[in-house]
Structure formats: C-alpha cells, structure tokens
C-alpha cells in the first residue's frame, strides 16, 4: 500500500494518490477509500482495479487539517495504510483508523 501526496500551488487541495499491491488487495474485484474527506461514504472514491491486480486512485483533499480514514475492499474487508501519517484508535468501530496530515 502507499500514499503519494502532490501539494497543488494553484490550489489549497492536495492530490493524493492512495494504492493497494495486487498481493496486498488479495484477489479484490473492489475498493474504496472511506474517510473524513467523503463524510464516510463507502461508495464515494471507488479505487480502479488496475490489470495486474492492484488497486488505485487519486483524490484532491482540502490541505490544513488531519482526516482519518480506512480503505473497504469487497465491502466486508477494512484495512489501514501501513504508510500513514499516523493511527488512531476509534472506540466506536473498535479498530484504528489511519491518519492522513495535510
């Protein structure tokens, strides 16, 4: 997994570019990135299933905060970005969510 931050000058976003090995999406026909940024949507920023079997895509994210997230494979499977900017632990899911500082 990764995440590829590109600060935009003509802009107050940043593009991140968040990405699943095919070895880490393990057979995955889906995903999606789920965080503050889309309200929790787990419909909203679908990941492109990519031929050799990773997962990608790339947002545009408000710079000036932290947002936590996770991603959602297959619909039942949550993982975290082992390259986040830091963990959090979420008392109401049980779980940590990744942190992403922009």
Not at 6 to 34: D, H, M, T
Request: proline share 5%; aromatic share 12%; charged share 25%.
């Amino acid at each position: 997994m990764a995440l590829d931050k590109q600060f935009l000058k003509s802009r107050p976003v940043c593009k991140v570019r968040f990405s699943i090995s095919a070895e880490q999406a393990n057979g995955a026909c889906e995903g999606y990135v789920v965080g503050e940024f889309n309200q929790w949507d787990t419909a909203a920023a679908p990941f492109k299933l990519q031929k050799d079997g990773s997962l990608s895509v790339v947002l545009e994210i408000p710079v000036g905060r932290e947002y936590r997230f996770r991603y959602l494979l297959d619909k039942h499977r949550w993982l975290n970005e082992p390259q986040a900017d830091g963990y959090e632990y979420c008392p109401l899911a049980g779980c940590d969510n990744s942190l992403l500082n922009i």
